[in-house]
């Protein structure tokens, strides 16, 4: 009876683990898309041809019933989603349910569709978040580093004032760029966690917010970043030997770069090229052994951007090549009866 007892519990401790198991994975990877609808151009007053609606990893298109149907159905471009769209018979007025999946269900996926019957046409732009953030913590005033814990989420940052302190007093949004934060209401000076949300605008382009945190006698502020690159980097010889005399550290949307101390320091830096890419080089004095660290955003995300830079002492010169790779795209084929 003991023998029988012991395999029933072990039974149902396996069947409620895998019934909590597959919960936890699906909570993980289903995103029940937001979508735009814009009409195509070339063929106006299309809007009200078309009614779309979105469920778990789905958007569902309705060609209107008095029209013409759905004659075709296409992906323009995936970002981070893989979609299949399943057969339909051309001119169908019934729901035809295209469906996504995200290779990285932890970052942001971006699908654009187009949908057309005989005389319109809508393209539909899905979403689904996010992004978790490169954090930066810095002193607003001075020694306020140990008085906030901060960490980060999908889409989000928690931020914990030091118990043993006066708790968050103030919350607030410096800057943001590319994105929309949502600050919940808190009680001034909690103890608790506050946790601000955000949304990028659009996930082909970096974005960056910043806030500050404060208590009574301490403020940081608090930079996130979304869509960030450490580029890849090569260093050749302009001049012959050259070297050995810089020393090229890559950083996020940035690089930095250190000429010899015991040379002639840093000269010149200038950009030879930059594609897909806007560089910053910040004021330095001819002759500098300090670092001297550019930056750059990448225009566009989910394409390369290559920078070629040139750093030059009295004697010695050198190319300085950065490379952003794409980010892998999945575009799933066209529907079979569009080909």
């Known amino acids: ?60 298109v309705d060609a209107n019933n008095a029209g013409t149907g759905l004659q075709t159905l296409t992906v323009v471009s995936s970002i981070n989603a893989t979609v299949t769209i399943p057969a339909f018979t ?40 996010g992004c978790t953030p490169v954090i930066t913590v810095t002193n607003d005033q001075p020694a306020s580093l140990a008085e906030f814990i901060v960490t980060g989420g999908v889409d989000s940052v928690a931020i914990d004032a030091n118990n043993a302190g006066t708790g968050l007093r103030t919350l607030t949004v410096v800057s943001a760029v590319n994105a929309t934060v949502t600050i919940p209401a808190f009680t001034p000076g909690t103890t608790g966690v506050v946790t601000p949300t955000f949304s990028v605008t659009n996930i082909t382009q970096a974005a960056t917010i910043r806030l500050r945190a404060a208590s009574l006698f301490h403020s940081v502020f608090i930079d996130l970043r979304c869509g960030g690159c450490t580029p890849v980097i090569t260093v050749t010889n302009d001049q012959p030997a050259s070297l050995a005399e810089f020393i090229v550290t890559g950083g996020v949307d940035s690089v930095a770069i250190d000429a010899n101390n015991a040379g002639t320091g840093l000269r010149t830096l200038t950009v030879v090229s930059a594609v897909n890419a806007t560089v910053t080089i910040p004021a330095f004095t001819p002759g500098t052994t300090g670092v001297v660290t550019p930056t750059f955003s990448v225009t566009n995300i989910t394409q390369a951007a290559t920078i070629r830079l040139r750093a030059a002492s009295l004697f010695h010169s050198v190319f300085i090549d950065l490379v952003c790779a794409a980010p892998p795209s999945s575009n799933a084929p066209e529907n079979p009866q569009d080909q």
């Open 1 to 60: 009876m003991k023998t029988k007892n012991t395999l029933f519990m072990f039974l149902v401790t396996v069947v409620v683990m895998c019934l909590f198991g597959v919960t936890a994975t699906k909570a993980q990877t289903t995103c029940t898309p937001t979508f735009t609808v814009a009409g195509d151009p070339g063929f106006p007053g299309s809007l009200a041809e078309f009614i779309v609606t979105s469920g778990p990893n789905s958007l569902s």
């Open 90 to 129: 051309p001119g169908t007025t019934g729901v035809v349910t295209p469906t996504l999946t995200r290779p990285d269900p932890n970052s942001g996926a971006q699908v654009v569709l187009r949908a057309a019957s005989t005389f319109h046409a809508v393209f539909i732009t899905l979403r689904c978040g």
